[in-house]
Structure formats: C-alpha cells, structure tokens
C-alpha cells in the first residue's frame, strides 16, 4: 500500500494574535516606552504538509505475518519568531504611538521534516495445549527543523523535542484450557527534551532523558460462560 496525503493547519488565533510585553514611564504617566513586544500578525499564513507512505505485509505461513511500514513527512511555513523590521514591517518600531525597542511577531518561516518506520512480526503457535498469539515490534521515528527567519542559511538542524525514536514492543497472548496470561513489555529509548545540549556541529542536539521499560501483566479465568476473574 502506497499513500500521499498534503494537508494544512490554519493559523491559530492565539498565536496570530497573541500580544504581551511591558511598558515603563519616567514622567508619571505622562509618556510611555518599552524595550521589548511581541505583537499580532494578521498576516500569518497556514502550515502545510506533504506526507508519503508506503506499507508491506507478507504471509510466511498462514500462522507468521511480518509487515513494514515506513513513511516521510515535509513540513512548511511553521510559525517562527522574528524581527518585525526585517519581516512583516507592520510597525517601525512603534505601537499606539508609543515608541518601543525592539518588537517581535510570528512568521511562516519555518520548516521540519520527518521519517520513520515500523517492523512488526506476528506468530501464532501452540505447545501442547498452550496456545500462543505473539507480536514483536520496533519502532524508529525521527526528524528535524530548521528556523532560519530572514536568511538563507540551511547548514543547521535542530533535533526534535518530545520523542523517543527507538521503541520496542514485545507480546503474546497465552492460553491454555480457562486460564489466559497476556504479558505486555515496551521499552523506550532515551527521549529528546526542549533544552539544547550540544551546539558545535551542524545538527543542534536536544538534551534528553534516559529511557525506560514498562512490563504490563494481565490475567484471566473463565469460571463459566458469564462469570470470569480478570487482574492486572
């Protein structure tokens, strides 16, 4: 199976419009200035993504599935921060008449992309009168962003925050007679974080947290047709 999907996020309302900063007097009240505003910017656009995928399962045996899935997602116009007087020139350095430093808006200028994949194998088999339906899956997922407001420069991307690009997932549904046991185990490798560790090379690297492993067990007996006993 091979899919293509181009999509779109419309601009939030919070962020084209969002406004905070300070001013200070010297005078009373009588004048006002400020250093720093992040001000609105109504001419913010969406954020649009092409995204491909393909998939692939095989029968080995009418009991061993294995199957592939991969994909690649582009992703253009993110909202950025930048420099109103080298963008969207809105307000020369002035807002209400009110003179101001520096001011800061949103803008389309950044781009990601991401990719990654999954092979999962599933077997049914029996010892006995043990019956087993197990799953095995890996799982890598990763990507970066570049923000470059106002230049051209493309020799530097930031590794994404909040994910975990490697995970394993291990399972099996274990039956025999009344009795069922479905022991589930997922272990997570080392997570990005927002905060930068690392910026001497061209790829800007996260920090990140260690990973973990997380073993779920659950049971089950049948008493009858309407009454059974189920624990995790």
């Known amino acids: 199976k ?10 939030p309302p919070s962020t084209a419009y969002v406004t905070y900063g300070s001013f200070v007097t010297q005078d009373s009240g009588k ?18 993504s092409q995204n491909f995928e393909i998939s692939i399962r095989q029968y080995l045996t009418n009991n061993l599935v294995i199957s592939a899935d991969g994909f690649y997602t582009l992703i253009d116009g993110l909202f950025t921060f930048a420099d109103d007087n080298n963008s969207t020139r809105l307000y020369h350095n002035t807002f209400q008449g009110i003179p101001v430093d520096y001011i800061e808006v949103f803008i389309n200028d950044g ?4 990719y990654g994949g999954n092979l999962r194998v599933n077997l049914k088999h029996s010892i ?16 970066v962003r570049y923000d470059y407001p106002n230049t051209t420069n493309s020799d530097y991307e930031t590794q994404l925050s909040f994910i975990a690009p490697f995970m394993l997932r291990i399972g099996t549904d274990a039956r025999i007679g ?13 997570q990005n974080l927002p905060g930068i560790a690392d910026t001497t090379g061209n790829l800007i690297r996260a ?18 047709k309407s009454f059974s006993v189920f624990a995790t």
């Open 2 to 11: 091979a899919l293509y999907r181009s999509q779109f996020l419309a601009r």
């Open 31 to 48: 004048t006002y200035s400020s250093s720093f505003l992040h001000l609105p910017n109504p001419g913010l656009q969406p954020t649009r």
């Open 111 to 114: 781009k990601q992309k991401n």
């Open 128 to 143: 006995g009168d043990l019956f087993f339906n197990s799953y095995l899956s890996a799982t890598y997922v990763n990507g």
């Open 178 to 190: 009344k009795f069922t046991c479905s022991p589930r185990l997922t272990l997570v490798g080392r």
């Open 207 to 224: 920090q990140t947290l260690p990973g973990y492993a997380l073993l779920n067990i659950a049971v089950r007996y049948d008493f009858s």
